[in-house]
């Protein structure tokens, strides 16, 4: 299955980290749509340690694993059973909270970027458009 959404909360245990995702539809590229209604919540579960400073509250991911049923957890007092999804692979998308590097500005799209190179007598360039 694949999901995707906000990070809420990462969680390291003592073999696996677990990360508590509110969910958002995903658009063609498999990026959360944040801009449209969440949908609940579910839990990731991958083994080994993910860093929390990579893995912060707020930053867009999209899951792919293994739906595992459902997992117990606790948002404040209120215990939860969300569903889980084990042996994932996690997507960080760009951190809308930090610029990218080099640029001393908010994110913007579409970046476009012009290089040119050369070598051994050739040269070359080129043009790249990210969105």
Same mark, same amino acid.
Request: aromatic share 6%; charged share 20%.
């Given at each position: 299955?694949?999901?995707?959404?906000?990070?809420?909360?990462?969680?390291?245990?003592?073999? %696996?980290?677990?990360?508590?995702?509110?969910?958002?539809? =995903?658009?063609?590229?498999?990026?959360? !749509?944040? *801009? +449209?209604? /969440?949908?609940?919540?579910?839990?990731?579960?991958?083994?080994?340690?993910?860093?929390?400073?990579?893995?912060? %509250?707020?930053?867009?991911?999209?899951?792919?694993?293994? =739906?595992?049923?459902?997992?117990?957890? !606790?948002? *404040? +007092?209120? /215990?939860?059973?969300?569903?889980?999804?084990?042996?994932?692979?996690?997507?960080?998308?760009?951190?809308?909270?930090?610029?990218?590097?080099?640029?001393?500005?908010?994110?913007?799209?579409?970046?476009?970027?012009?290089?040119? *190179?050369?070598?051994?007598?050739?040269?070359?360039?080129?043009?790249?458009?990210?969105?």
């Amino acid at each position: 299955m694949t999901w995707g959404g906000l990070l809420v909360e990462t969680r390291n245990l003592p073999t %696996a980290t677990e990360l508590t995702v509110k969910a958002y539809p =995903l658009d063609g590229c498999g990026r959360p !749509r944040t *801009g +449209e209604p /969440p949908r609940g919540r579910f839990l990731v579960r991958r083994q080994g340690y993910l860093e929390p400073l990579d893995y912060h %509250a707020g930053r867009p991911v999209t899951v792919t694993g293994r =739906l595992a049923a459902s997992a117990e957890t !606790r948002i *404040g +007092e209120t /215990p939860l059973i969300l569903p889980l999804l084990d042996e994932a692979v996690v997507q960080l998308w760009p951190d809308p909270t930090r610029p990218a590097r080099g640029w001393p500005g908010p994110l913007s799209r579409p970046a476009i970027s012009i290089g040119i *190179g050369g070598g051994s007598g050739h040269v070359g360039g080129g043009i790249g458009i990210g969105f």
